[in-house]
């Protein structure tokens, strides 16, 4: 058997970034789910607690999340897909104070995504947001998962949950919790040589992200394609004149190239080998431009198309699932710490 995890945050409405890196591969993985395997789906609303949203939109941005996931083709009546809300289960909490009592206050504290979010010396940080690796870790143990697939900025935390697994059953002396593969094992596992990175539209240094406040950053899932072709042409490249797979010294051209092969579906290689050498940037952008039109032209009438009821009967099943799951690795973790017989 072979448990999987995932979940994106219902902060900011999801980007092309989400869904090829994410969302796209999580879909093809379920088409071939065997009978024994469970796929777990969540929304992470717990976590986004820790960011400044907007609370009185935050509950239909949640089921919104999840409209996308079906809107993606994920088959939710699938006896061994669980769809469910993080907050509905309330294992998810019991198990990060359990956790916390065996994580290391220096080893959270290198956490990189909270150096970098609190590098301001803003004495504002919430403690929530150092302690969101913890709850992620729980997260991955109730469902006894093995395969996580995470962004690239997401794989420290998933070492960590190995760590504090293997700890964990190094102090008990038992197998109480489920150790996660490797980042190596889990990029194998999901067909990928390393976790896929699309970049920002207008500083391609940084990754493409939900949380900027740049919109033309990013192509959202709920974008125009005219709003769409906007972003793409006035994205940011280089002065170099000359097309080029190189994420070295031209990773806005680059990024460009990788969207192209991932929203035709066509081979990195092929791509390469049409546009290497040329030097018409406005035409690699008009072409990239056009298919990112057409993949949210079709993408956008089955978004439509999924209503809440459709939604809210799919998390209605899965969370009296992920409950009854999330609380037999519970009940194993209050055992060994003598909480109960």
């Known amino acids: 058997m072979t448990n999987i995890l995932t979940g994106l945050q219902a902060t900011g409405t999801l980007h092309i970034g989400n869904y090829f890196g994410s969302i796209k591969q999580l879909v093809q993985k379920s088409n071939t789910l065997r009978p024994e395997d469970n796929l777990y789906l969540f929304v992470p609303d717990l976590h986004s607690l820790t960011a400044d949203i907007d609370h009185a939109k935050f ?19 699938k006896p061994n897909i669980c769809t469910f809300r993080q907050s509905r289960v309330p294992a998810h909490t019991q198990m990060q104070w359990f956790l916390s009592c065996y994580s290391y206050f220096g080893q959270i ?42 962004g690239y900025d997401q794989t420290q935390h998933l070492e960590l949950a190995r760590d504090l697994a293997i700890r964990f059953n190094n102090k008990f002396d038992q197998p109480v919790l489920t150790v996660p593969k490797s980042t ?41 394609p005219q709003i769409a072709t ?29 969207i192209l092969s991932l929203v035709t579906d066509t081979p990195t290689a092929q791509i390469i080998d049409k546009w290497r050498g040329q030097t018409r940037y406005g035409d690699l952008k008009k072409e990239v431009a056009f298919s990112i039109g057409q993949f949210l032209t079709e993408f956008q009438i089955k978004y439509k198309a999924v209503t809440d009821e459709v939604i809210l009967q799919a998390v209605a099943k899965g969370e009296v699932i992920a409950n009854l799951q999330a609380e037999i690795v519970l009940t194993r973790v209050k055992k060994v710490l003598g909480l109960i017989k």
Not at 59 to 77: E, F, K, M, P
Not at 232 to 258: C, H, K, R, Y
Request: charged share 20%; aromatic share 10%; hydrophobic share 35%.
């Open 59 to 77: 509950y239909d941005a949640v089921l919104d999340n999840i409209r996308i996931y079906l809107a993606s083709g994920l088959d939710t009546t």
């Open 184 to 224: 190596k094992d889990q990029n194998i596992y999901f067909g990928m040589d390393k976790p896929l990175n699309i970049l920002s539209l207008t500083n391609p240094l940084n990754k493409m992200s939900k949380s900027s406040t740049d919109l033309s950053s990013k192509i959202l899932l709920t974008d125009s």
């Open 109 to 150: 504290s290198k956490m990189t995504q909270f150096k970098d979010k609190s590098s301001d010396n803003n004495q504002n940080i919430n403690v929530g947001l150092f302690t969101y690796p913890i709850l992620m870790a729980g997260d991955i143990f109730l469902y006894d998962a093995e395969y996580v697939p995470v």
């Open 230 to 258: 906007k972003k793409i042409m006035s994205a940011t490249t280089d002065s170099l004149e000359l097309i080029n797979w190189d994420w070295d010294n031209q990773p806005g051209i680059t990024n460009l190239l990788q």
